[in-house]
């Protein structure tokens, strides 16, 4: 079963925040964040494993509530450079394949 | 950035007619993964491997098969290329460390329109 995140889409001023959340209705043993820039490979930003580590990269951080079997990615103080398609890609356990959510479209404008 | 290429990088191809994509990294990493992305549906599993002549189903699996020989090198073949296999088709590597899965580093992607 794919993860569900939300919102499908998101736009934001230069400096404005925002939180991307990614919920699965199975157990959670790991998820992995990416970026993706238009007509670009998916880049990884970070992993979390259960038991509501917070991570963070540049002003982009992570929390993963084990509870919800959710995770949420925070943008701080959001640049340009922070447009692009945001999936997160959860594994069910340890040495499990990766189930990639449907993704989250980010536009930061000036 | 990641040793990983894929060939080609765009191909055009009628229905019904065979077509290998390959994938190569330098990176002596373990795991090797296809994907598919198509709007609206993120990236979904085709095929991975966990070794050589080590190769398991994804999600999406139908239609599509896959080999690998060599540490290197991952292939995926689809035996008569259908209207619906028109997507991008990325490939991706990562290796185990300790307790979960390390980051997949993702090829550059081909871009498949089968007419």
């Known amino acids: 079963q794919q993860p569900v995140q939300s919102p499908q889409a998101v736009i934001l001023r230069e400096g404005e925040d925002a939180v991307i959340n990614c919920s699965s209705s199975?157990?959670?043993?790991?998820v992995h964040w990416y970026r993706q820039k238009h007509g670009e490979a998916p880049v990884f930003l970070m992993i979390?494993?259960?038991?509501?580590e917070q991570k963070g990269h540049e002003k982009i951080s992570a929390s993963f509530n084990e509870k919800k079997q959710q995770s949420s990615l925070y943008l701080t103080a959001s640049q340009l450079s922070y447009s692009g398609t945001y999936f997160c890609?959860?594994?069910?356990?340890?040495?499990?394949?990766?189930?990639f959510g449907g993704g989250t479209r980010v536009l930061v404008k000036p | 950035d990641a040793g990983i290429t894929q060939s080609p990088r765009h191909k055009v191809t009628e229905t019904g007619t065979p077509v290998t994509l390959r994938c190569h990294q330098t990176?002596?990493?373990?795991?090797m993964y296809w994907y598919r992305q198509d709007p609206g549906h993120g990236l979904r599993l085709i095929h991975y491997s966990y070794g050589v002549k080590d190769t398991d189903k994804g999600e999406v699996s139908d239609g599509y098969s896959v080999s690998r020989s060599k540490t290197e090198d991952f292939l995926l073949t689809l035996e008569s290329a259908t209207s619906s296999q028109t997507s991008v088709y990325f490939c991706?590597?990562?290796?185990?460390?300790?307790?979960?899965?390390?980051?997949?580093?993702f090829g550059p992607g081909t871009r498949l329109t089968v007419l």
């Open positions: 990176e002596n990493h373990r795991y």
């Open positions: 991706a590597i990562s290796e185990w460390k300790g307790q979960a899965y390390n980051e997949q580093f």
């Open positions: 890609g959860t594994e069910w356990a340890a040495g499990n394949k990766l189930t």
């Open positions: 199975k157990a959670l043993y790991s």
């Open positions: 979390l494993l259960k038991g509501g």
